[in-house]
């Protein structure tokens, strides 16, 4: 395994993103590491993605 597969299978758990507006990509990357969430699925649905 990678360290990225590594890392994934350890947290168990991969929050999926969508977000309206590309300015709140920031914040909300810092809110979920400081959860212990340190990667995340981001769709690409909207047009900010």
């Given at each position: ?46 047009e900010?993605?």
């Amino acid at each position: 395994m990678n360290q990225v597969s590594e890392q994934i299978a350890k947290l168990g758990v991969v929050p999926v993103v969508v977000l309206n507006h590309a300015e709140d990509a920031k914040p909300l990357a810092d809110a979920l590491c400081e959860g212990g969430l340190p990667c995340a699925e981001v769709t690409f649905r909207t047009e900010a993605a």
